[in-house]
C-alpha cells in the first residue's frame, strides 16, 4: 500500500495568524491554490481554504474590513481558518489518511512529521496515487482551466 509522503504537496505555503483575508486571498490566486496553512511562529495552528475566507470571512460582514472605531481593521484568517486540524504522518498509509478525511469530514490532511509539518494531502493526491483509476483522479490530475 502507498504512502502519504508518496502522495503529499511540498513545499508549503503558509500564512501568519495575522494575515488579511485580502492577503491570503491574493497568496492563494498567485500561487494557485485552494488551501494554505496557518502557521504561528512556526507552529501549525490552522488551515484556511477559499471556501473559508468566503464561507467564514466574507459572507458574514458587508465588506472584508470590520468596523471597529473611526479606522476599519483588517479582518484576520486566524479569525475564520480551521483550528482544529486533523494530520497524518507521511510514513502512514494512504488508506489511513483516506480513512481520517472520511471520520472528520475534511478533504485536505497536514503531513506532520514530528513538530514539523512537510507537506499537505489531499483527497485528489490520494485519487490520483490509488492503485484503482477513479473519475476523481481523472479529474484531479486534469490541468487547470481557467
Do not use: K, Y
Not at 496553512?37 to 464561507?55: A, F, I, M, P
Not at 471597529?68 to 484568517?77: A, K
Not at 506532520?112 to 490520483?128: F, N
Amino acid at each position: 500500500m502507498p504512502f502519504v509522503r508518496e502522495a503529499m504537496t511540498a513545499p508549503l505555503v503558509a500564512v501568519d495568524p495575522h494575515a488579511s483575508l485580502v492577503e491570503v486571498a491574493q497568496v492563494m490566486r498567485d500561487q494557485d491554490l485552494g488551501e494554505v496553512l496557518v502557521v504561528d511562529d512556526e507552529q501549525l495552528v490552522g488551515l484556511v481554504t477559499d471556501r473559508d475566507l468566503v464561507v467564514r470571512g466574507l459572507a458574514r460582514m458587508n465588506s472584508p474590513r470590520q468596523r471597529s472605531g473611526p479606522d476599519p481593521t483588517p479582518i484576520t484568517v486566524g479569525s475564520v481558518c480551521s483550528r482544529d486540524v486533523v494530520s497524518v504522518a507521511p510514513e502512514e498509509e494512504m488508506s489511513a489518511a483516506a480513512e481520517l478525511m472520511r471520520r472528520h469530514g475534511v478533504r485536505r490532511l497536514p503531513v506532520v512529521d514530528g513538530d514539523q509539518v512537510v507537506g499537505i494531502v489531499s483527497l485528489g493526491d490520494l485519487a490520483v496515487n490509488a492503485e484503482r483509476p477513479s473519475a476523481l483522479a481523472d479529474i484531479s490530475s486534469a490541468p487547470p482551466t481557467r
